[in-house]
C-alpha cells in the first residue's frame, strides 16, 4: 500500500506562485510514477504533469507547460509541483497519484492505484 499526502495548497492571487508536496510512504518511493492532477467545481478531473520513477522524464498538459514544474526528490520521498504564473483557472481540488507498473506518462486518473485527499489551491483574480 502507498500512502500519499498533499500538502501546500492555499489562496493567492493571480501572478503568485505555489508549492506543493506530496509526502509518499509505504512503498519503495524510487520506483513511483507520481501523476498530478486537479478538479474543478462541475469540471472533469483532468491531468496536470508526471514525474517518471527516475526523475529523468517529466509531462504536462498544454494548459500548464511552461509555468508548472515537477520534480522529485526521493531522499525525503516527496515529489513536489511549483506552480507559478497562477491564474484563476488554476482554481482547483489537486491530487497526487502514484503507481509503479505505469508506461509514461500515464495521463489517465483510473491507470493509477494510489491517491492522496487531495489540497485546495485558490487563484484570485
Known amino acids: 500500500q502507498v500512502q500519499l499526502v498533499e500538502s501546500g495548497g492555499g489562496l493567492v492571487q493571480a501572478g503568485d506562485s505555489l508549492r506543493l508536496s506530496c509526502a509518499a510512504s509505504?512503498?519503495?518511493?524510487?520506483?513511483?510514477?507520481i501523476g498530478w492532477f486537479r478538479q474543478a467545481p462541475g469540471k472533469e478531473r483532468e491531468f496536470v504533469a508526471a514525474?517518471?520513477?527516475?526523475?529523468?522524464?517529466?509531462d504536462y498538459a498544454d494548459t500548464v507547460k511552461g509555468r508548472f514544474i515537477v520534480s522529485r526528490d526521493d531522499s525525503k520521498n516527496t515529489v513536489y509541483l511549483q506552480m507559478n504564473s497562477l491564474k484563476p483557472e488554476d482554481t482547483a481540488v489537486y491530487y497526487c497519484?502514484?503507481?509503479?507498473?505505469?508506461?509514461?506518462?500515464?495521463?489517465?486518473?483510473?491507470?493509477?492505484?494510489?491517491w492522496g485527499q487531495g489540497t485546495q489551491v485558490t487563484v484570485s483574480s
Open positions: 497519484t502514484a503507481d509503479s507498473r505505469l508506461h509514461f506518462p500515464a495521463t489517465l486518473w483510473d491507470e493509477y492505484d494510489y
Open positions: 509505504g512503498y519503495t518511493f524510487s520506483s513511483l510514477q
Open positions: 514525474i517518471s520513477w527516475s526523475g529523468r522524464s517529466t
